[in-house]
């Protein structure tokens, strides 16, 4: 073999070298990326979970039913004050 | 003195290849030792890279994983329970354990005291707690994220906390009975939550990562096992008819100062249960000092003589052989012996009554009449098909099948007393169900407690004739001149029975009552069964006409507006009467 060849292959091999370092690299950062948004990700989803259970809270019948009637003075309307409307009929 | 001469010979320059020391022969044996040694090193060398290399490679590799690698475990949401319209009826949220591992704790007095405040426990709980001989103790679970914030704030040296998950129940002790509990582990233990225990909990993954020094993960390796979250569940209940339901039979518990009360309603087009209420209740958030009382299901798990609500079924067995028609007139005599025992009705009437009449004022004598007519085992086919004595199926936890006994040992006695309700013994939700019949033209279907997309196949029971006849007879009973006027509804046709059974205590009648209602609207073309039962009333009356009618008409005037169902009557339909009619027992 050349001593040319034996340049370009131990350039090659440092070259390649070179470039799995980096490699090695970016899959870390990008894995660290990955692991962050799957962290958003779930607490995310915790929030969501909070923020159903905070509505259905704040919408639980019995609140909505002491607040009609304490605080804005609404009733049931009896039967002789409802009109049903139906689709369709005229 | 010898060194002398030789040094004296050095100086003389005597030649090196002349140093008599070259001439010594030395043994032949020192250098193949020497080689021998070097060998043996070069052996041992060997030996030692094939031990390690090929031998103990597993437990060496195993040890170096073991210093750079992690198994993380990902813990599973536990599923959410909703009702029909998505409405959050139990949630899974984050809180943290706090945890100490006594050896390493080491706090001075103040710190200690403001952890046990934090925590709501007394000092000297704590300290007995940190006294423990244990590696690790869990000083209190399910602490919410804010005080373990402030915990963590503490830093005190060996107290950790630890992720984990706590159950929330936003309807608090409306539908406690329904929705169950689960544990501080996360498992089911009373209701849906125990009986969804397998879809709810979610089963809890794993990875394999490499950490960095300061503990981040940088890779994974081998294995990742993906946590699976539990399943969301839509259940069959109403949130709003749950409520509605729960309210109004409070009212009438404390109105009437009973003991105990129940309440189901269901869908008569699906077979769902739309809501299913029970007092004395608890709240399922705060669990401290619950009793058997209030962890009773009284719809479920509970049976009890139903009474006159029994009745329907007797008379529609008649009008299914053909043996009367509604108008058909029989003698009820006040008294009527059966072998050595009479059986009578309460309050006085006619002696001749029509069929319609004897439903509409719960005639004992008039029913009795009637299924003496029947064989013992055409009336046990009749109960049976309707599911009395059978469990109810519809996969909730603790369900009983009641108690109907075969019809080869019934006494004459036995089969009269059946007939309206005594010595048998059903569950809320069985006579609910059977209702099914007359609600749903003869046909029955089977229950559930989840969301269905599509209504189940039904199975035949009566004949559709019967069960409009059986309808337009139940209607009357809620008319002036039956037993529930009280269980009429402003707008809508209703149609139901009364029950009122004496309580059995120690194998005899006692005066204690379980006064019930059974019905179902509108009559045009029914939509929800209510059976409404309270235990021991002692206040305004015990009759089921007087206590459990009203609660069945003000559940149905706010359910049937909630589910938008038109009205079949005018507003002016409801009429009452001076006088009520008591009913028999």
């Excluded at chain 2, 000083?139 to 919410?144: F, S």
């Amino acid at each position: 073999m050349s001593n040319r060849s034996l340049i370009t292959v131990v350039a090659l091999l440092l070259l390649c070298s070179l470039l799995l370092v980096n490699s090695q690299h970016q899959a870390r950062r990008l894995f660290i990326e990955l692991e962050r948004a799957q962290l958003r990700q779930r607490n995310l989803e915790t929030e969501w979970d909070q923020l159903q259970y905070e509505q259905s809270t704040l919408a639980k019948h019995s609140r909505i039913d002491a607040i009609a009637r304490t605080s804005l003075n609404m009733s049931v309307p009896g039967a002789a004050r409802t009109q049903y409307l139906s689709v369709g009929a005229r | 003195m010898m060194r002398a001469p030789t040094r004296k010979a050095a100086a003389r320059g005597l030649a090196f290849s002349a140093s008599p020391v070259l001439a010594v022969k030395l043994p032949a044996w020192r250098s193949r030792l020497t080689l021998f040694l070097l060998f043996g090193a070069f052996v041992a060398v060997a030996v030692r890279a094939f031990w390690l290399q090929a031998m103990s490679t597993d437990f060496l590799q195993r040890q170096g994983a073991y210093r750079y690698a992690r198994t993380l475990e990902i813990p599973a949401v536990r599923g959410k329970i909703t009702d029909r319209f998505g409405e959050v009826m139990a949630s899974s949220l984050p809180v943290k354990a706090i945890a100490a591992v006594p050896e390493e704790v080491e706090a001075d007095q103040n710190k200690l005291r403001q952890l046990a405040q934090l925590l709501e426990m007394p000092l000297p709980e704590l300290k007995k707690k940190l006294d423990s001989d244990r590696s690790f103790v869990y000083l209190k679970r399910q602490v919410e994220e804010k005080t373990a914030e402030q915990i963590a704030a503490l830093d005190i040296k060996g107290i950790q906390t630890q992720k984990e998950y706590k159950r929330y129940y936003p309807s608090g002790q409306t539908a406690a009975h329904v929705l169950g509990f689960t544990n501080v582990e996360d498992i089911g233990q009373e209701g849906i939550e125990r009986a969804q225990q397998k879809l709810l909990g979610g089963v809890t993954g794993s990875r394999r990562v490499i950490k960095d020094n300061i503990g981040r993960v940088i890779e994974d390796i081998g294995y990742i096992r993906e946590p699976q979250d539990g399943t969301d569940l839509a259940l069959s209940i109403d949130g709003k008819i749950q409520y509605i339901a729960f309210t109004e039979l409070q009212k009438a518990v404390e109105q009437h100062h009973a003991k105990a009360g129940a309440i189901v309603v269901l869908d008569v087009k699906t077979g769902e249960v739309l809501a299913m209420a029970n007092l004395p209740t608890y709240n399922p958030n705060t669990r401290q000092g619950l009793t058997g009382a209030q962890l009773r299901n009284r719809v479920m798990t509970d049976t009890y003589e139903p009474g006159s609500t029994l009745k329907p079924f007797t008379v529609a067995l008649a009008l299914e052989r053909g043996m009367v028609t509604p108008t058909t007139v029989l003698d009820t005599p006040p008294k009527l012996s059966i072998g050595p025992a009479s059986i009578g009705d309460s309050h006085g009437h006619a002696a001749t009554m029509s069929v319609a009449q004897i439903i509409q004022q719960s005639s004992n004598v008039g029913t009795v009449r009637m299924a003496m007519k029947c064989e013992p085992r055409e009336m046990w086919d009749m109960f049976t098909s309707v599911g009395f004595g059978q469990v109810p199926r519809s996969g909730f936890p603790g369900e009983v099948a009641g108690r109907l006994r075969p019809y080869k040992t019934w006494r004459p006695i036995e089969q009269a007393t059946m007939s309206y309700g005594h010595g048998i013994s059903v569950s809320l939700i069985q006579v609910a169900r059977a209702y099914m019949i007359f609600a749903r033209n003869g046909e029955m279907i089977p229950l559930s407690f989840l969301k269905l997309s599509q209504p189940p196949v039904p199975q035949r029971v009566i004949s559709d004739r019967t069960a409009q006849q059986m309808r337009s007879m139940m209607e009357k009973v809620v008319g002036p001149g039956g037993t529930a006027p009280l269980a009429q509804v402003r707008g809508y046709r209703v149609a139901g029975k009364t029950g009122t059974a004496h309580k059995l205590e120690g194998g005899r009648y006692v005066n204690k009552y379980v006064a019930s209602f059974v019905g179902f609207a509108p009559i045009s073309d029914p939509r929800i069964i209510i059976a409404v039962m309270v235990d021991e009333p002692t206040a305004g009356g015990h009759f089921g006409g007087q206590v459990a009618a009203p609660v069945f008409s003000s559940v149905a005037a706010s359910a049937l507006r909630a589910m938008n169902v038109p009205p079949d009557a005018s507003v002016e339909n409801v009429i009452m009467p001076t006088q009520m009619i008591p009913e028999s027992m």
